[in-house]
């Protein structure tokens, strides 16, 4: 069985995607966020590489996250806007 190859990065994933919702006033959409972190970054970054940092901040209570037809909503949770976490 192969190991998967996981690029290097300098900055975690998780902290890019709460750094560029912040950038957007506290509300981005998923594909403005993977078009973002391709672009400036220059990660090769996968869909569901990055589902996988947006649920783990969901579940952590860093942000919220609501469907709006096909594209994800990205918010920030009350209780990381208010300092509670």
Known sequence: MALKRIPWRNRP?????????????????????????RSEYGFDVS???????IMM???RGFIQVSKVRKELHITFSRLFI???I
Do not use: M
């Open 57 to 59: 901040l969901e579940l």
């Open 82 to 84: 208010s300092g509670k």
């Open 47 to 53: 869909l569901p590489e990055l589902y996988h940092v």
């Open 13 to 37: 994933l998780f902290r890019i995607v709460v750094d560029e919702i912040a950038r957007h006033g506290g509300r981005i959409t998923d594909t403005e966020l993977l078009e973002i972190v």
